[in-house]
Structure formats: structure tokens, C-alpha cells
């Protein structure tokens, strides 16, 4: 990102969920290959929803219509927990990378 900041990209919800799903894609990584189209593939796709859904719903310049999208990224921050959760209980996370990535979702879902 460029020092200067504009429209979507100076906010920081945008900004912490956009690191957010730098790190789910990082720890992916690690997940078994077998889950390529399946775990890693719906973890990765919630977990940009969230910056996606936030710079979309500002761009719409409609209060209305800006909040209709960030109940869709609020959404997808709850499949990415529940992905999260899952990908630690089948073993492909480690308790520390597991954390690294669910400190940033609780972040996020605070803001």
C-alpha cells in the first residue's frame, strides 16, 4: 500500500481484515494438498470476502447500501472462524498458527 491512502484503503477495518486474509493464506499452506479444492479453497475465499465486501460497500457512496456489505464481511468473518476452528481440530493447524491467525480475526471482528 502507498503512503497515500485513498478512499477504501485508509480504513482501517479494510486494512486489518486485508491482513487477515494475508495471513489465512499464509498458514493455507501448510493444510494437506487433498484439501486444495476443499478446506484451503473455502478459507481462502471467505477470508478475502471480508476486505472485498468493506471496499465494496464503501465505494457505493450509499450509507444504506455500505452497511448491507458489512453484514456480508461479518458474515464471512464467521465462516472463517468456523474454517479456522475446523482446520485446528483436523490437525493442519498448529495451536501457534492457529492463534497468529485467529488473534487477527478477533481483531477484525471488533472493529
Not at 50 to 71: C, D, S, T, V, W
Request: hydrophobic share 35%; proline share 2%.
Amino acid at each position: 500500500m502507498s503512503e497515500e491512502k485513498e478512499g477504501f484503503k485508509k480504513l482501517t477495518t479494510w486494512q486489518k481484515a486485508y491482513d487477515l486474509s494475508l495471513e489465512v493464506y499464509r498458514v493455507a499452506k501448510l493444510f494437506p494438498k487433498e484439501e486444495i479444492y476443499g478446506l484451503i479453497s473455502q478459507l481462502q475465499r471467505a477470508s478475502v470476502s471480508i476486505p472485498a465486501n468493506i471496499a465494496e460497500g464503501y465505494e457505493r457512496n450509499h450509507r444504506k447500501e455500505y452497511l448491507q456489505f458489512l453484514y456480508v464481511a461479518k458474515g464471512s468473518l464467521g465462516e472463517v472462524e468456523t474454517y479456522l476452528s475446523l482446520a485446528k481440530d483436523l490437525g493442519y493447524l498448529s495451536e501457534k498458527n492457529y492463534l497468529a491467525v485467529e488473534d487477527k480475526r478477533v481483531e477484525v471482528s471488533k472493529l
